[in-house]
T-cell receptor, first 108, second 112 residues
Framework: KNEVEQSPQNLTAQEGEFITINCSYSVGISALHWLQQHPGGGIVSLFMLSSGKKKHGRLIATINIQEKHSSLHITASHPRDSAVYICAAKDSNYQLIWGAGTKLIIKP | DTGVSQNPRHKITKRGQNVTFRCDPISEHNRLYWYRQTLGQGPEFLTYFQNEAQLEKSRLLSDRFSAERPKGSFSTLEIQRTEQGDSAMYLC??????????FGSGTRLTVV
């Protein structure tokens, strides 16, 4: 069992739909990152959170420390949101433990 | 440019040759990380520096790999006697005290 698990692995939706990507982790963490990677592109850090909720534009990230679960939401999704979204847990040794990623495709 | 810069962007080399990549982190970031990502996989941790000290090194990093951060600023990752299995995207990231990772665009290595 992976220490960081994401679901779904693949998600295809229509433009405008509300998107939710889930992340569960089994390790003790000091923070959890949500990252975005476009095809052939670099990795962009979207959020780092250790409690509660953060919002940036149409993106919302939440974390429940007790349940060891985090979600990334995208409101009013757009084709340019198509990318791989990665959840990564930062452990006490400063390493990032990566989820397998969720490949999101938003169709116009 | 205030981001993390990696050079070169692409490198094609013949098997057996040595290659060196460079990463210039955000200037005030004291931590620097190297990751390797193969097609369809998530990034794998290779090594980590705090200032000039290499604090951790993954078992993935064989003796052919060496990384330095001589003055606590830029870092280099050298691969000696490259093998086809070394073909991957090599990513560098930096952070300030472990917060707010910023990734470079990566160096794509192809060993032929």
């Amino acid at each position: 069992k992976n220490e960081v698990e994401q679901s779904p692995q693949n998600l295809t939706a229509q433009e405008g739909e509300f998107i939710t990507i889930n992340c569960s982790y089994s390790v003790g963490i000091s923070a959890l990152h949500w990252l975005q990677q476009h095809p052939g592109g670099g990795i962009v850090s979207l959020f780092m959170l250790s409690s509660g909720k953060k919002k940036h534009g149409r993106l919302i990230a939440t974390i429940n420390i007790q349940e060891k679960h985090s979600s990334l939401h995208i409101t009013a999704s757009h084709p340019r949101d198509s990318a791989v979204y990665i959840c990564a847990a930062k452990d006490s040794n400063y390493q990032l433990i990566w989820g397998a990623g969720t490949k999101l495709i938003i169709k116009p | 440019d205030t981001g993390v810069s990696q050079n070169p962007r692409h490198k094609i080399t013949k098997r057996g040759q040595n290659v060196t990549f460079r990463c210039d982190p955000i200037s005030e970031h004291n931590r620097l990380y190297w990751y390797r990502q193969t097609l369809g996989q998530g990034p794998e941790f290779l090594t980590y520096f705090q200032n000039e000290a290499q604090l951790e090194k993954s078992r993935l990093l064989s003796d052919r790999f060496s990384a330095e951060r001589p003055k606590g600023s830029f870092s280099t990752l050298e691969i000696q006697r490259t093998e086809q299995g070394d073909s991957a995207m090599y990513l560098c990231a930096s952070s300030l005290a472990g917060f707010g990772y910023t990734f470079g665009s990566g160096t794509r290595l192809t060993v032929v």
